[in-house]
């Protein structure tokens, strides 16, 4: 029901059912949301994930912004500072997350330790002119529904998800091409491995190495779902099955090794720069298309975006001043 209440609330507004009366609200009254005046309220971004912050308790009004922003084109007054100190602060906690995931990694396989910058790697002429078109689409959407006009706001929300659908499968064409490369830097087994030699270290217990796999399966989808604290936790967990005693079998001289034999699939975690999910260098391009199509990493390029278009007008303002 919450979901569905959601959902409406996007396409028909918050005040969808008239109950609430605006006719003597003023923009700066203390139950408005600031944050949603000056473009963006993170409690709209994660809904349905992990970072659902919830409903925001304050009124959205797309009239009361246009008010707010006919005011501040005339000096009377200006929000954005206090828009730029929330989604900072959401940044900072998600950058540390990636700092996290990335030391984790490291501790494992220091070359496995990356960050692929999915914000280089991604952004062509082509995505850039997709995300123009979502952010010209999305306006659109807002003056529909200033005027009233719900078919045509849906119609324009329609368009929108086409778009980031297009923009997402291209994208994972982007990154997995990338990826290939990624692959291509990694070790690779020895063409002709010499026959019957085991590894230089006593064989795991099959059941206890069928339960790490789990473990790190379970690992990489959490990350790909932006739960990081609790694939770093399936890691651990695999870490600490790895310290188990392992049984006694006959070991072989160490010096017939090189480390291009030793178990190069552990070097297939990355970790993206903008929301913090793992993503895996052997993922398909169907799986990285949901990624980039996932509310959360919406979310945290929404936020990015923002900020960025924040500091650059901040800087204008500053040189004219």
Same mark, same amino acid.
């Given at each position: 029901?919450?979901?569905?209440? #959601? ?7 918050? !005040? ?7 006719? !003597? ?32 308790? %304050?009124?959205?009004? +797309? ?8 005011? %501040?084109? #005339?000096?009377?007054? !200006? ?52 995300? %123009? ?91 790909? #779902? ?25 070991? +072989? ?69």
């Amino acid at each position: 029901m919450d979901a569905m209440r #959601k959902q409406l609330d996007v396409l028909m507004g918050a !005040n969808r059912n008239g109950d609430v009366r605006e006719v !003597n609200r003023k923009y700066y009254d203390r139950d408005v949301c600031r944050l949603f005046l000056s473009g963006l309220c993170p409690h709209e971004l994660f809904q349905l994930t992990k970072m659902d912050m919830g409903p925001c308790p %304050k009124v959205h009004s +797309l009239q009361l912004r246009k008010e707010y922003e006919e005011a %501040k084109s #005339k000096g009377v007054d !200006n929000y954005d500072r206090e828009l730029e100190d929330a989604i900072d602060r959401l940044i900072v906690e998600c950058d540390r997350k990636i700092g996290r995931a990335l030391r984790r990694l490291e501790d494992e396989d220091a070359k496995a330790a990356i960050a692929i910058s999915v914000s280089e790697v991604t952004q062509t002429p082509e995505i850039l002119e997709l995300s %123009k078109q979502i952010k010209e689409k999305l306006k659109e959407a807002d003056q529909h529904d200033l005027e009233g006009k719900t078919d045509l706001k849906i119609r324009a929300l329609e368009e929108v998800e086409e778009l980031r659908t297009t923009r997402a499968d291209k994208q994972s064409i982007l990154l997995l091409d990338a990826f290939n490369k990624d692959r291509a830097s990694l070790p690779q087994p020895l063409p002709n491995p010499p026959p019957l030699a085991p590894l230089p270290v006593a064989a795991p217990d099959p059941h206890i190495q069928e339960m790490i796999n789990e473990k790190l399966k379970k690992a990489e989808d959490l990350g790909e #779902k932006g739960m990081v604290d609790e694939a770093q936790k399936a890691l651990e967990e695999a870490e600490a099955l790895k310290k188990l005693p392992a049984r006694q079998e006959p070991v +072989l001289d160490s010096s017939k090794y090189t480390a291009a034999d030793v178990r190069i699939t552990d070097q297939k975690l990355r970790v993206c720069d903008i929301c913090g999910a793992f993503l895996s260098v052997y993922d398909s391009d169907r799986r990285l298309a949901d990624h980039f199509g996932g509310k959360l990493h919406l979310g945290y390029m929404q936020i990015r975006d923002k900020l960025a278009e924040l500091q650059v007008r901040q800087f204008i303002f500053s040189l004219v001043s």
